[in-house]
């Protein structure tokens, strides 16, 4: 079942682009969301290509800020981490990225991912989305 938050049509200025269990949009404040719909989602290496080319088509030739509102218990695969944190995404796609996540399980796996992976860009876990979007805009300007 996939739920469009309620707010989104008024924060994009995109089309939302909606995919099996989550959807992408630019904000009204040039920030790119990314929201996950369903509770229990697991992310594979082509959901991964496929979020990258579509913050590819929002993006226009430039980096953007990510904010990614997480469900409870959303996971990525060790293939989909790595990718995501790569140079390459950084230089061509993403200035910095605020992660907002539900539940033990995913502060736990966000952690890990910072450590271990260690991604170029900027990026943070967060619990709620008003102070994502306030880090996100500090260190985007």
Not at 9 to 38: C, N, P, W
Request: proline share 1%; net charge negative; hydrophobic share 40%.
């Amino acid at each position: 079942m996939t739920a469009i938050y309620s707010d989104t049509k008024e924060l994009a200025i995109s089309e939302i682009y909606t995919f099996k269990g989550y959807s992408v949009f630019m904000r009204h404040d040039h920030i790119i969301q990314l929201q996950f719909e369903e509770d229990g989602f697991y992310g594979d290496l082509d959901d991964a290509k496929n979020m990258m080319d579509t913050f590819r088509k929002l993006n226009n030739g430039t980096r953007h800020a990510l904010i990614v509102i997480y469900q409870e218990n959303n996971m990525f695969s060790k293939e989909v981490r790595e990718y995501i944190a790569q140079k390459e995404i950084s230089d061509e796609i993403l200035l910095a990225d605020a992660l907002v996540i539900k539940g033990l399980a995913l502060k736990i796996l966000g952690n890990a991912y910072l450590k271990i992976n260690k991604p170029t860009r900027p990026t943070a876990l967060f619990t709620n989305q008003e102070d994502a979007l306030k880090w996100l805009r500090k260190v985007t300007l």
